[in-house]
């Protein structure tokens, strides 16, 4: 992409009304405008990040076995009192009325929604197990929409839901889907640490939520220094073997980590002094495990093969897509701007022209860029008439891994700079070199 033709529209003045890093930033460098409370429109740049991570999302959901669709935002409202929750959930849902007087609901969540299409499609055990999600748009009517997309009222969801004859088989389901929310994290560049927490209004009996440590972080988190160190790396996971899952989930969820909802003081005692933290975090994810609340409610049952009817277990479990954009920059971002990890940057490398003009320096970015391109890679070339510090400080706020910057004076004995965002430093050396190190 070359900047001229992009729609970047970075603010030169700091916005007044973010209050934390990601939220400065992501106004900043022109990703979202907010529309109203809580409610942002997504420009190009901000698009493009959101559009990666939901990809991530996507394929480690599925590496999992669970089976994408998509559900409407809209929802009518007899679903809700069918499962009793039209009264429970209070005035974060945001109801509307159609031109028939029906009721409607801007779905917070789809536990509902989602037994209902079960329920009129399956009827045998021999269907399950089951694991249906979606990436889709939810409204929350939060009190306090605030930190940008972190608090949004409208906001971008995963929710996955899985459907089994027995608890022992849900449980698996469950530890099916930590390992895969481990690995998602892992790949934004995350580290993102499940820990015991309260069910909630959603009820149920197992659950742990996915935080992200940062001072910004709404939760307050107790855990053992240990967990941090996990690594799932790229290990080959079995997604069907219940031993390989239940051993990752116990490799996690040993190392105490809980949240305030949790936290006991007692057993917090027994990690060894040096290694106890108390930090705050950011609800990046939750899995639950909530039995056979809906389906017994709603009538979701099935065959059991044994002549009977029984009613399934399930699980709900989420990911909030559009919070991660925020998450990331609170955990990677310096006083210039934000820094990318490289699984989800939204162009791999920028382009710098010093003398924009200048016959050598203008060619060797069209080659630097075709030669970029022809390795699968996206570059964002810097091609406007602009002063040099300004080109510098926009390359710096959006936060791309690499800059190659480009001028006459280094032309002349053949060599461009290749500078790492992350770490600062600089190299000379040919444009070549410098595709090759960025490949
Ligand atoms: P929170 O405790 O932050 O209000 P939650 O526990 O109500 O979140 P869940 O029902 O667990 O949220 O939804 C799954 C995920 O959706 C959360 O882990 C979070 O990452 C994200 N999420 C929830 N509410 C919002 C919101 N208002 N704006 C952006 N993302 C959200
Ligand atoms: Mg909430
Ligand atoms: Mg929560
Ligand atoms: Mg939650």
Not at 339 to 356: A, D, K, Y
Not at 427 to 434: K, Q, R
Request: hydrophobic share 35%.
């Amino acid at each position: 992409m070359r900047l001229s033709r992009y729609f970047l529209p970075v603010l030169k003045e700091t916005p007044r009304e973010a209050q934390i890093v990601s939220h400065r930033y992501m106004l900043q460098a022109g990703m979202i405008k907010q529309a109203t409370a809580g409610i942002y429109s997504w420009l190009p740049l901000g698009f493009k990040v959101l559009r990666k991570l939901e990809n991530i999302v996507h394929e480690e959901q599925q590496r999992a076995g669970h089976l994408p669709m998509l559900m409407p935002t809209l929802q009518p409202g007899e679903l809700w009192e069918e499962s009793g929750r039209d009264n429970s959930y209070g005035p974060e849902m945001l109801r509307v009325v159609d031109r028939h007087g029906r009721k409607m609901l801007y779905g917070p969540t789809n536990e509902e929604m989602i037994t209902d299409i079960f329920r009129s499609h399956v009827g045998s055990y021999k269907e399950l197990p089951l694991t249906l999600y979606h990436i889709q748009w939810k409204f929350r009517d939060e009190v306090r929409p605030r930190f940008g997309v972190m608090r949004g009222r409208e906001f971008f969801m995963k929710d996955g839901y899985n459907f089994d004859l027995t608890k022992d088989d849900a449980l698996h389901a469950y530890n099916r889907h930590l390992v895969s929310y481990l690995r998602t994290y892992e790949r934004m560049g995350l580290k993102a640490i499940p820990m015991r927490a309260d069910s909630g209004p959603i009820g149920g009996e197992d659950t742990h939520e996915f935080l992200v440590l940062a001072e910004t972080g709404e939760s307050e988190v107790f855990y053992d220094s240990a967990v941090t160190d996990l690594h799932l790396g790229d290990r080959e996971v079995d997604y069907d073997s219940v031993e390989q899952c239940q051993a990752i989930f116990d490799e996690w969820t040993t190392p105490y980590a809980r949240t305030d909802e949790t936290h006991d003081v007692g057993v917090f005692a027994n990690v060894p002094e040096g290694r106890r933290r108390t930090a705050r975090g950011i609800e990046v994810g939750q899995i639950f495990y909530f039995g056979t609340k809906y389906s017994e409610t709603m009538g979701a049952l099935v065959d059991d093969g044994k002549g009977g009817k029984v009613p399934v277990h399930m699980g709900s479990h989420g990911i909030g897509v559009s919070r991660l954009l925020g998450a990331i920059i609170e955990a990677s971002h310096d006083d210039k701007g934000i820094i990318w990890p490289e699984g989800v940057t939204p162009f791999h490398c920028g382009i710098l022209n010093m003398r924009q003009g200048d016959e050598a320096a203008d060619a060797a970015c069209d080659a630097l860029y075709a030669a970029l391109t022809a390795l699968g890679l996206e570059p964002l070339y810097d091609d406007r008439d602009e002063r040099a510090g300004a080109k510098f400080g926009t390359m710096d706020m959006i936060g791309l891994p690499w800059r190659i910057t480009v001028g006459p004076r280094g032309l002349k004995n053949g060599v461009v700079e290749l500078t790492s965002r992350r770490t600062g430093e600089s190299e000379e050396l040919p444009p070549e070199e410098a595709v090759a190190k960025i490949a």
